[in-house]
């Protein structure tokens, strides 16, 4: 029997991950979307005292390897934040559970090295010519769909018929799912990002700007933070995600750049975290003072509950929100957690940045 590659459900990276395997030769399972029935896969065999992401990232692994996945890429990393520690127990529960697979680390805090280790690791025979015409279109569809992500945070505050924006999106990422070739990329993707740009709105309408950090994996999977970033836009909020998969100053795919705008912001951030805890937390810091700089109206910290790094992070923005004024609202995510708690939260938040935009806009 061959191998099947799977890569775990993570938003559009999943999609990005899976046709990139595809074109290094692999067989590739398509990994189910995160569900209640992923959720109580991970609660099951998991520790409760586990955060929610790793409890699903396993039930996940469950899913991949009962549609025939034989080999699965597992998310983790070194540093304080337990996912990267859970491997091996992963491993274990799936061979007790009768899913000897192999597994196949790939550490979300050192991407730019993994790319290539991971590359090297499934290519079947390719040449030199043909990983350099992969990478390529690795990035270029990265390129696409953080553009396509950020059209869609933009446009939905300002759209004229709710609903639109997600219609247009949803449309969008199964054009990027069509996509085989780099020469399709660059034939379909001005088609691709019309798709969004013809969403009827009101440019003029007044929004506000509220920045998004927290735990990349709650940011990117809807089924665990309850569609949060539709849920803002429905309200009249253009949210600012604090990564993006190609952009900067502290980006998930963290490429080596110096120049002074990151030195003095990280220089600021440094008051708050100083030095990297695990995780994504003084990444997060990092953006969270970008983003005051900028002029935003508020930050959203989502997070899973019992999260380490997350936690520190937390601690750093309530620094923040005391020095710079700027208001935080925290927002932390387990199996409990329910759509009508999230929304009543976000809508209070809102109404109070409404309000203290209104009382600037008349001093």
Request: charged fraction near 25%; hydrophobic fraction near 40%; glycine fraction near 8%.
């Amino acid at each position: 029997m061959g191998r099947k590659v799977a890569f775990p459900s993570l938003g559009v990276i999943s999609l990005v991950a899976e046709r990139y395997l595809a074109m290094l030769g692999n067989e590739v399972v398509k990994t189910p979307p995160v569900t209640r029935r992923t959720l109580n896969l991970g609660v099951e065999y998991t520790p409760e005292s586990l955060c929610i992401s790793c409890k699903l990232l396993f039930g996940n692994y469950i899913e991949a390897a009962e549609q025939g996945a034989t080999d699965i890429i597992m998310l983790g990393g070194k540093g304080t934040c337990r996912l990267g520690y859970r491997i091996s127990q992963n491993v274990e529960q799936m061979d007790k559970l009768g899913y000897p697979v192999s597994e196949h680390l790939f550490d979300l805090y050192h991407i730019p090295g993994e790319i290539p280790r991971i590359t090297r690791e499934f290519s079947n025979g390719n040449s030199l010519a043909e990983w350099l015409k992969i990478y390529r279109f690795l990035f270029n569809i990265l390129d696409l769909t953080d553009e396509v992500d950020t059209l869609s945070l933009k446009i939905r505050p300002r759209e004229k018929v709710k609903g639109d924006t997600d219609d247009a999106y949803a449309l969008a990422v199964e054009k990027i799912d069509q996509i085989e070739t780099h020469e399709e990329l660059l034939d379909t993707r001005n088609d691709i990002v019309k798709i969004l740009d013809d969403v009827e709105q009101e440019p003029d309408r007044p929004v506000l700007r509220i920045g998004l950090v927290g735990d990349v994996y709650t940011i990117l999977v809807p089924f665990l933070n309850h569609n949060l970033e539709s849920l803002l836009g429905n309200m009249g909020v253009e949210v600012n995600r604090w990564f993006h998969y190609t952009g900067d100053p502290t980006v998930l795919l963290p490429i080596p750049y110096i120049n002074s705008q990151f030195t003095q912001v990280k220089h600021q951030a440094d008051q708050y975290l100083s030095r990297d805890v695990g995780g994504f937390a003084q990444s997060n810091i990092i953006e969270a003072v970008f983003m005051e700089q900028k002029g935003i109206d508020g930050l959203i910290h989502a997070a899973p509950f019992n999260c380490t790094p997350e936690l520190v992070a937390q601690g750093a923005l309530v620094e923040l929100q005391r020095r710079r004024g700027v208001p935080v609202l925290n927002l932390i995510f387990d199996e409990q957690t329910g759509l009508a708690g999230i929304q009543t939260r976000l809508e209070a938040f809102v109404d109070m940045l409404w309000a203290a935009k209104r009382k600037r806009g008349r001093d």
